[in-house]
């Protein structure tokens, strides 16, 4: 039997055990992928095709041995192109006080490619990818595979150098999160 309570928001979907269920509407699914608190990161990439980054919560570890993980990115982002040419990305874990950068790498305030970095200060580790010096952490990869999946281009990364700040011992907030559609502290 069909399940599908969406006015009080807490259920949405059909029963398992048949063979066609559809897949749930873009607007239930971002409702409900917006209660997940996910770290706000900065992905960027430099190389032969030049440097770009974007703001980016869908990061995820997938395997420690070897130490890999992934990114997704929009479809239509000319980012792609970047990435899949450099073959290379880092992935910068922002501090709580990163907000202004966030929107500049999410392309709020107009910039684009390489003028979004005249913001921030910036490093590198091992491929030559941009990170963050303030990041909390910080990854560097080279890029392993990607996948279409629907709307979104998902790029799997070896990752080949680490940057881990140390913790704060008085345990106090330092990383910047984005929870129900508003940037938080963690
Ligand atoms: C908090 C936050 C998280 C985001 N996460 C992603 C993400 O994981 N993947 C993605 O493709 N876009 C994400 N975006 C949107 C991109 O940062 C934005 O579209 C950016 O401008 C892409 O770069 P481009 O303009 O060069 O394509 C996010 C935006 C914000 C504000």
């Known amino acids: 039997m069909a399940t599908d309570r969406t006015a009080d928001g807490n259920i949405a979907g059909q029963e398992s ?7 749930a509407t873009g607007e239930a699914f971002r409702d409900a992928i917006a209660r997940l608190p996910s770290g706000v990161n900065i992905v960027a990439t430099d190389g032969p095709a030049g440097k770009a980054g974007f703001t980016a919560t869908a990061v995820a570890s997938v395997s420690d041995d070897p130490p890999t993980v992934l990114v997704c990115l929009n479809r239509k982002s000319p980012q792609n192109k970047l990435l899949q040419e450099n073959a290379q990305f880092s992935i910068s874990l922002l501090p709580k006080d990163a907000v202004t950068l966030a929107n500049i790498f999410a392309g709020r305030t107009g910039l684009h490619l390489e003028d979004r970095f ?69």
Do not use: N
Not at 163 to 172: A, F, H, M, N, Q
């Open 17 to 23: 055990g048949t063979a066609t269920l559809p897949p």
């Open 118 to 186: 005249r913001y921030g200060d910036w490093t590198t580790l091992s491929t030559g990818s941009p990170i963050l010096a303030e990041a909390v952490m910080a990854l560097d990869c080279r890029l392993h595979s990607f996948q279409d999946v629907g709307s979104h281009v998902v790029y799997f990364g070896m990752v080949v150098a680490t940057l881990t700040k140390p913790r704060d011992p008085e345990g106090t907030k330092e990383i910047l999160i984005y929870h129900d559609r508003h940037y938080g502290e963690a």
